[in-house]
């Protein structure tokens, strides 16, 4: 691929709302002429062309990059990148020429392995919090390690499981026959054969994001996103029901202090390890006495964070993509505007539990103070319909957390369709005064 094609045709693999924040901002590129996303959603419809596509159906993915002539891959969810898709198209005489931005298999156990990941940070020194791990046959020693840990207790099924494998309970019985559901009676299937406890960490949560092309990186725009489906953070976790960035409490000392002790020590920990890494990695950090310890790596961007993070990047990202793919992204530069991006994800009546689809949205073409990113929508006949849990997400621009989201709760107003929820109160913990 010619660094500086004019002709750039790229495929965004997945279908949330980070595809569409993805597609939104490539199709800005002066060097892109068409966008690609599979399988898309309503939104990404409307700018780029969806192809009805399996992300893990490599072989189909194959079949569309050759039929379009396709010269970059964007692989926004996780799975495709843990199962190999990266492997598979280096293994690929087709393929092999066309850089494929995401981790391959080895990079993504990163997020694939939640021991892997702790091990690897305990290897090269960053920090985390304590931990051990078990499988069914160690589960009696998984139930005498919980007894030396304080409430509450921390329990992370290994594997993949869509964001529903980890458990922080306050009981240590309840620890322990939760311990057991998962490595004996495969709560969380395969994922949880192997469980990481580890000590419950106290602080201020905040997400990181690097890009990196093996050898070089680029830290882009701090956020923190809200997970609970409940006002003030109450009820059951959530993929993501908004996002707010730049982090206020994240100042440039901070984020310096993270720099020095997460960003190089996984960076060069990679290489180290021999691990050629080209994609994003995020840091979910938490942050206690201003000290930052890693609580996870994602080898992805995050949802709704990107909705935050991307609409801020003021330069061309396919210029970082393809310092990434040539192994040139220390020569790349990006700006930022300084303005505070919010977004509120509007979600379907009872997600993240049971949820119906298949609802009309109506309202849209009346949003233009904000920037509506689909996640979970289709088209049917000439309407926009509920296709998913979490439904849209609402992005807004200001000089303060408070006007932003103002505007995003403005454009809220205007959207509607059967029983859809949201949360009031994203941000809440930022509007005041929060010191690290």
């Known amino acids: 691929m010619p660094e500086n094609s004019n002709t750039m045709k790229i495929l965004?693999?997945?279908?949330?709302?980070?595809?569409?924040?993805?597609?939104?901002?490539?199709?800005?590129?002066?060097?892109?002429?068409?966008?690609?996303?599979?399988?898309?959603?309503?939104?990404?419809?409307?700018?780029?062309?969806?192809?009805?596509?399996?992300?893990?159906?490599?072989?189909?993915?194959?079949?569309?990059?050759?039929?379009?002539?396709?010269?970059?891959?964007?692989?926004?969810?996780?799975?495709?990148?843990?199962?190999?898709?990266?492997?598979?198209?280096?293994?690929?005489?087709?393929l092999q020429t066309i850089p494929v931005i995401g981790p391959k298999?080895?990079?993504?156990?990163?997020?694939?392995?939640?021991?892997?990941?702790?091990?690897?940070?305990?290897?090269?020194?960053?920090?985390?919090?304590?931990?051990q791990s078990f499988t069914k046959e160690t589960l009696e020693e998984g139930k005498l390690f919980l007894e030396t840990l304080s409430p509450p207790y921390v329990l992370k099924a290994d594997g993949l499981a869509a964001g529903?494998?980890?458990?922080?309970?306050?009981?240590?019985?309840?620890?322990?026959?939760?311990?057991?559901?998962?490595?004996?009676?495969?709560?969380?299937?395969?994922?949880?054969?192997?469980?990481?406890?580890?000590?419950?960490?106290?602080?201020?949560?905040l997400s990181v994001f690097v890009l990196t092309d093996g050898k070089s990186y680029k830290i882009l725009p701090s956020a923190k996103d809200y997970k609970r489906i409940g006002e003030g953070d109450t009820g059951l976790n959530t993929g993501g029901m908004g996002a707010i960035s730049p982090v206020p409490f994240a100042d440039s000392k901070f984020l310096?202090?993270?720099?020095?002790?997460?960003?190089?020590?996984?960076?060069?920990?990679?290489?180290?390890?021999?691990?050629?890494?080209r994609g994003f990695i995020f840091i979910g950090l938490m942050v206690a006495n201003g000290n930052p310890k890693v609580i996870e790596y994602n080898v992805r961007m995050g949802d709704p964070e990107t909705e935050v993070v991307l609409?801020?990047?003021?330069?061309?990202?396919?210029?970082?993509?393809?310092?990434?793919?040539?192994?040139?992204?220390?020569?790349?530069?990006?700006?930022v505007t300084d303005q505070i991006a919010t977004t509120v994800m509007v979600v379907s009546g009872g997600y993240p539990e049971a949820y119906t689809k298949g609802k009309v949205i109506s309202g849209l073409e009346t949003i233009q103070e904000s920037i509506v990113f689909h996640a979970g929508t289709t088209n049917k006949d000439t309407s926009i319909i509920t296709n998913g849990g979490r439904v849209m997400a609402i992005t807004s621009f200001a000089d303060s957390i408070e006007e932003a989201l103002d505007t995003s709760y403005r454009s809220i107003d205007k959207i509607h369709f059967e029983k859809m929820n949201y949360r009031k109160d994203i941000g809440f913990d930022l509007t005041t005064t929060t010191k690290l």
């Open 311 to 335: 609409p801020r990047i003021q330069s061309d990202l396919l210029e970082l993509f393809e310092g990434v793919a040539h192994q040139t992204l220390d020569e790349k530069e990006f700006s």
């Open 105 to 131: 298999k080895d990079g993504a156990l990163l997020e694939g392995s939640k021991d892997f990941s702790k091990e690897f940070m305990l290897r090269h020194g960053i920090p985390t919090a304590q931990y």
């Open 164 to 205: 529903k494998g980890v458990l922080i309970l306050d009981s240590l019985e309840k620890a322990k026959t939760e311990l057991e559901e998962m490595v004996s009676n495969q709560k969380f299937g395969d994922a949880s054969s192997r469980v990481v406890i580890e000590e419950f960490l106290e602080g201020i949560e």
């Open 12 to 94: 965004i693999l997945g279908s949330g709302g980070r595809e569409h924040a993805f597609a939104y901002k490539l199709i800005q590129s002066e060097k892109i002429t068409e966008v690609y996303v599979a399988p898309g959603n309503a939104g990404t419809s409307e700018t780029a062309s969806n192809l009805d596509i399996n992300p893990m159906d490599f072989i189909a993915v194959k079949s569309a990059v050759l039929e379009h002539q396709i010269q970059m891959v964007l692989v926004g969810p996780e799975a495709p990148l843990v199962e190999g898709i990266h492997d598979f198209f280096l293994a690929d005489d087709q």
């Open 256 to 277: 310096q202090k993270v720099e020095e002790q997460v960003v190089k020590p996984t960076i060069n920990g990679l290489l180290i390890d021999g691990i050629d890494y």
